[in-house]
Structures are given as C-alpha cells and as structure tokens.
C-alpha cells in the first residue's frame, strides 16, 4: 500500500531550515526511494514579507532550496497550519492515500494530532516520527515510542487550534454556487420553517462528497469540522440557528426520540413542540421525511431507508406526535424528501417479497432474482393505513410535477448525493424543520 510522509519544519525559521537542507536532503531520498513512500510532503509556515520583523535575515530562500531537493517531494507552506494541512489533506485525497507517517518536533505532536483529529477521519492511519532539529543543522529522527510524549495541551491551545480550523474553512469559496434549499408547497411556512438540502453550496471538494455534504463517518473522507462548516453554510441561507440542531442518529430502525426525554443512544425520528430548535434526517437514497401539525405546532422528521421502512419508522414518528403531544392524525402533514426511486433501487427476492406484503405496487418485476423497489409507495401506504389522510402526504405521485420534491437521488447526480450511483465514500443531504417563534 502507497504511504505519504509529511515532514513538519512548520515551526521552524529560515536559517534552520536552510542549515537542516542536508539532512532533509538525505531523508527525502531514503524516502522516496523506497516503493512503500513514493510521497513526500515538508510542511512550512510561508510568513508574508510584510509580516517580517527580522530585517537582518538575509539568507537565501530556504523554501525555494526545498522545492529541489527531489522531483517528487512538494513543500506546501502557508501562514495557517489548518491551510497547510487542509491543503496536504487534498493532495493525499487526489491520490487516494490513507497511510501517513508524521514526522514531527517532539513538543509538536500533541498539537499536530489535534489538527489531524479535526481535519481527517479515523479512515487514515497516521504513524508519528520525531525529528529533533537543531539550529547547527543537527537532525536526529526518532521512533515515537522510544520518546516519553506528554504534552498535553491546554483548554485555551485547543480553542485556538478549532478557531484556527475554522477560521479557514469558513474562508473559503462556497463550490457549485449558493446552497439550494427544496421547500414543500404542503407545510405552512408562516408556522414552520424547513426545506430539504441539495449538494450545492459547501466546501467539500472530492467528487463523490461534493459539495454540501452533512454527513462524517468513518468510513468517509469528509472530516466533522468540514461537515459543521457545510452546516453552517445551510443554516445561513436557510435561517436556522446551527447550535440548536438535532440530526437523528441512525440505526435503520424504528425508534423515535421525544425530544425533552432522555436520548436514546440511536434511533430514526424526532418530534418536538420546542420553538427555534431544528431538527434533521439525513438520506442519500433513504427518505428524509418531514412531519408537521399546524393544529398543535408540533413537528418531526424521520429517515427512512429499506429496513425502517419495513420496521414502520413513518407511522412510529406520527404515533409518538399523536401519544406526546396529542396531535390528531387528520392535522398531521407528511413530506417525502429526495430519495432513490424504483427505477434504481433493488433488492434480494427474499427481502422484495415483504414489500410486495404491503403493496404488489412496491415492486417491480418481481420474479426477478433481485427486483425494483419503491420505498415511497411503501412508505405511503402504510401512513395511509395508519390514518395519515393521502391529500396530507406529499411524494412523487402528486399531480403538479413542480411540486415534486421526491425526485430520485440516484437519477440527478447534479442535485443530490446517493450510496447507489456513488459507492460507500458518498455524501449526504438531510430534510430539517423547525417551529417559528
């Protein structure tokens, strides 16, 4: 497997960079001549000429001098180390690169790791070296667990670290243009307000996550402190206060947190009469649905893939908003948001046979070892069995195309995000509402 590694001079003035070249010329080439690390990167601060205060440093450009020592070794300096790392962080992405070898000043480490643990995801593995530079031009790199690190970093070093993060992402250009928010003709606007996200507007750069993404996980590229911003971003243009949002907690079940309860480690719906607090499902192939009552001013959103829609996820959220907080099912409104349709979305015989238990209507071609499925007709048809009035149910069977906001993911990939088209590192839109003050 290719591994990259980054050299840390970042805090490092010119004349010790410039008296370290020889060894760093030496390591570069023990690196890159090994097939398992074709990748260097040397990690600098790039301080502008008009911030210099030492007018007597007249050594040449110890950058410039870095840039030659091999073909294949790349200096990326900036005055920021959220700009430098974001920036390698792209390069390591463009390549596809998971495995980092971290060689860093030992009183570094603490505060590098931070840096990592905000902008990379637990789906790279960083290994730490130490490099003790001297002024001299003396360079000693050492194994990491032959050193006793404990440095521990401050309440304050870890604020500045997030402020730094931060002020970064937040500097840079919205991709594909403003975010696009998809509203439902359905839900009351003067009492609620909500809408469904697009993948326009955030700074997530890789194809497959780009660019409003709002999900992190594991097993994606897409750090939290990037999701956050892309959150930020959203909230902005759609006017909801990002520090009073909720995002349910996925496990393609049937549970519903009341909110005002307490939290249950995971579950797939949320309802609650609280004012100015947002509340959010996620989908990228699975609905996100958007439950409101403008009798009793109580709302819920829900997500539901294949497995909550056969456990009852939908009907699940209007229960609890009728049992909490005495909603009447004839008041209560129901919006189907962005989701794969039946033209992409199969299943196993032996799972589309359950479908077809709700509604032969749910399944095509179903003598087919894997036919097509249509949560959305499922999901209608057992809202409608549980009392949820059809003219209250808006989906992709109503009559006006322009009030269609159950359009396939997997379909309009210059719209939404979707598992299906993209593979697992995709990214993900989200449904949100939210009761007006």
């Given at each position: 497997m290719a591994e990259a590694v980054l050299i840390d001079l970042f805090s490092l003035r010119g004349n010790c960079i410039q008296k370290s070249l020889s060894f760093l010329k030496d390591m570069v080439v023990k690196r890159t001549n090994n097939n398992n690390a074709p990748f260097v990167y040397i990690m600098c601060c790039q301080t502008p000429s008009c911030e210099r205060t030492d007018v007597k440093d007249v050594t040449p450009d110890p950058i410039g001098r870095l840039r030659v020592l091999r073909e294949d070794c790349e200096v990326v300096s900036n005055p920021s180390m959220a700009a430098v790392l974001y920036s390698v962080k792209q390069k390591l992405d463009a390549k596809n690169l998971s495995v980092i070898k971290m060689i860093v000043p030992p009183k570094k480490r603490a505060l590098i790791k931070a840096y990592v643990d905000c902008l990379f995801t637990a789906l790279y593995r960083f290994e730490f070296e130490f490099l003790l530079v001297g002024c001299e031009g003396t360079c000693v790199q050492q194994p990491v667990e032959n050193q006793n690190d404990r440095d521990i970093l401050s309440r304050e070093q870890l604020w500045d670290i997030q402020n730094d993060i931060q002020t970064y992402l937040g500097s840079l250009q919205n991709l594909q243009g403003a975010p696009t928010i998809l509203r439902s003709c359905l839900i009351p606007d003067r009492l609620f307000l909500h809408g469904f996200s697009t993948r326009a507007g955030g700074?997530?750069?890789?194809?497959?996550?780009?660019?409003?993404?709002?999900?992190s996980s594991s097993r994606r590229r897409d750090p939290t402190a990037v999701v956050?911003?892309?959150?930020?971003?959203?909230?902005?243009?759609?006017g909801f206060n990002p520090e009073a949002f909720h995002l349910v907690k996925v496990d393609h079940a049937s549970e519903v947190w009341v909110m005002g309860k307490p939290e249950p480690d995971s579950y797939d719906g949320i309802v609650t009469d609280q004012k100015g607090v947002t509340i959010a499902a996620p989908g990228a192939d699975c609905i996100p649905l958007l439950f409101s009552d403008p009798i009793k001013?109580?709302?819920?959103?829900?997500?539901?893939?294949?497995?909550?829609?056969l456990l009852g996820v939908a009907m699940a959220t209007v229960n609890a908003m009728v049992v909490e907080f005495g909603?009447?099912?004839?008041?209560?409104?129901?919006?189907?948001?962005?989701?794969?349709?039946?033209?992409?979305?199969?299943?196993?015989?032996?799972?589309?046979?359950?479908?077809?238990a709700i509604h032969p209507d749910c399944v095509r071609f179903y003598d087919s070892p894997e036919p097509y499925i249509d949560i959305r007709k499922a999901t209608r048809v057992l809202l409608e069995h549980g009392g949820i009035l059809p003219q209250n149910i808006q989906d992709d069977s109503v009559t006006d195309r322009s009030q269609n906001l159950t359009l396939c993911t997997s379909c309009h990939p210059d719209k939404f995000f979707s598992n299906v088209r993209d593979g697992t590192n995709f990214g993900t839109q989200i449904g949100f509402i939210s009761i007006k003050e």
């Open positions: 700074i997530s750069y890789i194809p497959t996550l780009s660019s409003l993404n709002l999900f956050s911003e892309n959150l930020r971003r959203l909230a902005r243009a759609a001013r109580v709302c819920g959103a829900a997500h539901s893939g294949w497995k909550g829609t909603c009447s099912l004839k008041d209560i409104l129901v919006v189907l948001g962005p989701s794969v349709g039946p033209c992409c979305f199969t299943l196993p015989r032996e799972e589309a046979k359950k479908f077809h």
